[in-house]
């Protein structure tokens, strides 16, 4: 049995197409990647944009997502996320009540909002918080507050960080 040694030896543009093929796959990779970082950085420049609006222009049962860490100073270290609730707003004063629970990480507090935790009716205290609107507005421009959302007949969704 004789072996053509014709087969055996790689043909001389098999090398360059391959070349060209690593060449588009990695480029395909690389453009893939980056639309997809642009995609999630525009997506949450509009959330924050959409918050913006909420806190400029308050209404009853907006929510308001807190980084408690950030606004109070006895704080245990798996306490940091709460949701607060707008329940009244009287000329520049707005009324909140918070939520009866701390979450000690961003994705545990949007569980509970997407398992309808809110919809227990303990779930917010009864204690009422009462702050000016540009305390709230600087609030959010420090972080303590970083994310609003309205409530309508749709989903709640907020952006992982």
Known sequence: MQIDKTLLVP???STRYSKIISIVLTT???FSLCSLFVYHYQQKIEEHQQSL???KAPQVNDLY???FRLLSTNQV?????KIAKVVAI???IISLHYGNTFYPHHNTLLNSVSSGQLELANYFSTDIYNFRHQEIENMFASSAIYAA???STTLITITKE
């Open 11 to 13: 043909h001389r543009y």
């Open 53 to 55: 609006q909420f806190i």
């Open 28 to 30: 395909s990779v690389l």
């Open 149 to 151: 959302k309205r409530p």
């Open 65 to 67: 997502f807190l980084d």
């Open 90 to 92: 009287t000329g520049n």
């Open 77 to 81: 270290a798996n306490q940091r996320y």
